[in-house]
Every structure is written in C-alpha cells, then in structure tokens.
C-alpha cells in the first residue's frame, strides 16, 4: 500500500515498487516509475526514518549507501555491509552492543526470542 505523507499542501506518495527500489536499488523493480534520480534522492528524504526502521541489523537500505555515504558495499568484491559499518562509524547502539557480546543485550536478545517463538 502506498505510504501518504503530507508536508504543507503537498502530498508524497511512496508506492511500493518505489520502496523496494530505494531498498534493493534501481533495476530491480521495473514499475518504480523514478522519474530521475533526483526524485529518487526526494522520495528518500521523505521518507528514509520508515524505511530505516524496517532494515535488518547490520544492513542498510541501498539509497542509505548511495545518498549519505556515497559509496556502496560491493559485494564482488567481499565487500561486508557490517565491515563498511563499522569502519565509517555507523553502527547503532544496538550493533555495537551485539558485536560486543554485551551480556545484559545478550540476555534481552533471548527473551525477545523466547517470547516471539
């Protein structure tokens, strides 16, 4: 379902081949219907915290790679999301904790699992 979005009179409307696009990157939804990569770019900024907020520990979305850091993990290359992660600095709280093996974050992450299983 598209996501609605409005700031003063204008509305912008993020369709899912969109969404996928600014996830996987572009080719790999053909109906994404990016006018250019300008509304590409606008179409992340507005709407980069939902998206950010469903990414995986460890992994961001394409658009984070091409619009904020400027370089994308290359994976022919052995290239790790996490590696690139870690050396620019951009690892959550959250990360950091995981790859520190932080006990008390170890002890939540069984609950959680736990209780969803």
Not at 11 to 34: K, M, R, W, Y
């Amino acid at each position: 379902m598209p996501r609605l979005r409005r700031r003063g009179h204008v509305a912008s409307v993020l369709t899912l081949p969109q969404e996928i696009e600014l996830i996987l990157g572009p080719g790999c939804c053909s109906t994404a219907d990016f006018a250019n990569d300008q509304e590409r770019r606008e179409k992340w900024r507005r709407h980069r915290d939902e998206i950010m907020a469903s990414a995986n520990d460890f992994s961001r979305p394409w658009a984070f790679w091409a619009f904020e850091v400027g370089r994308i993990p290359s994976r022919e290359n052995g290239e790790r999301e996490v590696d690139l992660l870690r050396e620019l600095n951009l690892l959550t709280a959250r990360e950091q904790a995981m790859l520190a093996g932080d006990p008390a974050f170890v002890s939540m992450l069984l609950r959680e699992r736990r209780q969803n299983a």
